[in-house]
Nanobody, 126 residues
Framework: QVQLAESGGGLVQAGGSLRLSCAAS????????MGWFRQAPGKERESVAG????????YYADSVRGRFTISRDNAKNTVYLQMNSLKPEVTAVYYC???????????????????WGQGTPVTVSS
């Protein structure tokens, strides 16, 4: 089992940047596909980015590709989401999730993930 704790959210002006972190407990972090999801008020949770167990493959939603970067440090049991050129429409609570399997083409399916953090809010002001 793994526990996840996000940090790094906050209030930022449009055009700014934030880096989210997700620290995981446990000794088998490197065996998990990791994903970032977000949920805006009144909307369904949506996928943002995913990263394979060894970090060699990354996945992005079309809406964030080129502006967001997911990475992981297995030695630190941490996954990151660097968010640049932020726009007000990305305001949401951001969640990290862990899946005890390969990512693959189903990386964006939230129901495939086994563990979730509590989320960190991101607010982008115009």
């Amino acid at each position: 089992q793994v526990q996840l704790a996000e940090s790094g959210g906050g209030l930022v002006q449009a055009g700014g940047s934030l880096r989210l972190s997700c620290a995981a407990s446990g000794r088998t972090f490197s065996s998990y596909c990791m994903g970032w999801f977000r949920q805006a008020p009144g909307k369904e949770r949506e996928s943002v980015a995913g990263i394979s167990r060894n970090g060699g493959t990354t996945y992005y939603a079309d809406s964030v590709r080129g502006r967001f970067t997911i990475s992981r440090d297995n030695a630190k049991n941490t996954v990151y989401l660097q968010m640049n050129s932020l726009k007000p429409e990305v305001t949401a609570v951001y969640y990290c999730a862990a899946r005890d399997a390969m990512c693959g083409s189903s990386w964006s399916q939230s129901r495939r993930y086994d563990y979730w953090g509590q989320g960190t809010p991101v607010t982008v002001s115009s």
